[in-house]
């Protein structure tokens, strides 16, 4: 919602599609454009078109098949991925869009909702450097950093690696919370003092 207004709001015609109508509406009331019913409808004519689902399977769906945005987008458009997948959907993905004259660019964020909100995400993409550098301008009306990492599926394997650092980090905060509790400190003031 907040990557496709930044869109938007950048001088962008945009089309959205989301599987529930009433959020694709939501956002139409909120910062014009249009809503398609299908991943096809959306991507007819367009150029460039971004997606951002829940996993490998939803990104399939979206993308393949009659009603898939690959049915609707002409030869030379470039599709970018930004789900956090497998890098193996990724290559596939781009193998499918290459035997019908299209690009893809995976192109996992990091940020969260706020880095979303502020356009302050960091994207990490995946693919050919002539798409890459084609959809990096665009990107940059949602992100604060839009780098190619290599080939198709390098943008995931990047935010897997982005992901163990978090995950790392969290264990290593609970554990440090942990012991403090047990060793009888106030943890607020404690946190107060490290941060």
């Not at 399977?57 to 987008?73: H, I």
């Amino acid at each position: 919602h907040p990557m496709a207004g930044h869109l938007a709001r950048a001088g962008h015609h945009v089309t959205v599609y989301n599987r529930t109508k009433a959020k694709a509406d939501a956002w139409v009331g909120e910062f014009g454009g249009r809503a398609a019913t299908t991943p096809r409808a959306a991507a007819e004519g367009a150029g460039f078109v971004f997606a951002c689902v829940g996993n490998d399977a939803d990104l399939r769906a979206v993308t393949l098949g009659p009603d898939g945005a690959f049915a609707g987008m002409e030869p030379g458009a470039i599709f970018v991925d930004h789900t956090t997948a497998s890098a193996d959907v990724a290559r596939q993905l781009a193998e499918a869009a290459k035997t019908l004259g299209l690009r893809f660019v995976d192109a996992p964020v990091s940020g969260g909702e706020a880095g979303a909100q502020n356009g302050a995400l960091t994207v990490m993409c995946g693919g050919e450097l002539a798409a890459f550098e084609a959809v990096r301008p665009l990107a940059l009306a949602f992100a604060r950093a839009v780098t190619l990492m290599g080939a198709s599926g390098a943008g995931q394997l990047t935010k897997m690696v982005n992901q163990i650092c978090i995950a790392g980090l969290i264990q290593g905060l609970a554990e440090a919370v942990a012991f403090g509790q047990k060793a009888g400190l106030d943890m607020n003031q404690v946190l107060d003092v490290i941060g």
